[in-house]
Nanobody, 122 residues
Framework: QVQLVESGGGLVQAGGSLRLSCAASGRTSSSYAMGWLRQAPGKEREFVAAISGRSGSAYYADSVKGRFTISRDNAKNTVYLQMNSLKPEDTAVYYC???????????????WGQGTQVTVSS
């Protein structure tokens, strides 16, 4: 089993930045693709960003391209999401997830964290 724990969420003003971290433990593997997803109140969970396990190729939702950066440090079993130029519409619970195959979607991941709240004020 793989356990994922997110941290780094909080309250930030529009235009500000936050860095989310996802610490993995258990039967981890660098071959897993990692993703960040979010769910705003009253909305469906949506894909934000993902990074492949081997090549480290990154993929982003159109809504965050140019503002968010996903990265991973396999030595620390940690994945990050650097969020810059935050907007009020970025307000959501952000989840870290892992899958054996790269998945650019809001569902279908094999392992999930409990989420961390990000609130962006106007």
């Amino acid at each position: 089993q793989v356990q994922l724990v997110e941290s780094g969420g909080g309250l930030v003003q529009a235009g500000g930045s936050l860095r989310l971290s996802c610490a993995a433990s258990g039967r981890t593997s660098s071959s897993y693709a990692m993703g960040w997803l979010r769910q705003a109140p009253g909305k469906e969970r949506e894909f934000v960003a993902a990074i492949s396990g081997r090549s480290g190729s990154a993929y982003y939702a159109d809504s965050v391209k140019g503002r968010f950066t996903i990265s991973r440090d396999n030595a620390k079993n940690t994945v990050y999401l650097q969020m810059n130029s935050l907007k009020p519409e970025d307000t959501a619970v952000y989840y870290c997830a892992a899958t054996k195959r790269l998945l650019l979607a809001g569902t279908g991941y094999d392992y999930w964290g409990q989420g961390t709240q990000v609130t962006v004020s106007s």
